[in-house]
């Protein structure tokens, strides 16, 4: 199961911050908990885009809600501020064509 997460921030600042700095570390970090990065964008409008995948079967929302409250998540997130996340779109693909 893949999943498309697009996180509106505040400022062009707050997602570059996001993109270049925090993401990385989710990128050690997430696989940990079964949740593969495949591609992470820095898109128009203060977003960031980013393509995981779950095993198949996984239960998504447990998944996220053990990273979020995990010492990880806390560490990725060192010196950020959250409240300059102003939406999480979550988009479940279940089949790709090609």
Avoid at 36 to 57: C, F, M, R, S
């Amino acid at each position: 199961m893949k999943q498309v997460r697009i996180y509106t921030l505040k400022d062009a600042l707050s997602a570059e911050t996001y993109f270049h700095t925090h993401w990385p570390r989710h990128m050690v970090s997430l696989p940990t908990f079964d949740i593969y990065v495949n591609h992470v964008y820095l898109g128009a409008n203060n977003q960031v885009i980013a393509v995981v995948t779950y095993k198949d079967g996984a239960d998504i929302q447990a998944i996220n809600q053990k990273y979020m409250v995990s010492a990880e998540f806390r560490a990725d997130m060192q010196g950020f501020d959250m409240s300059s996340i102003l939406n999480v779109e979550e988009i479940s693909i279940k089949e790709a064509l090609f």
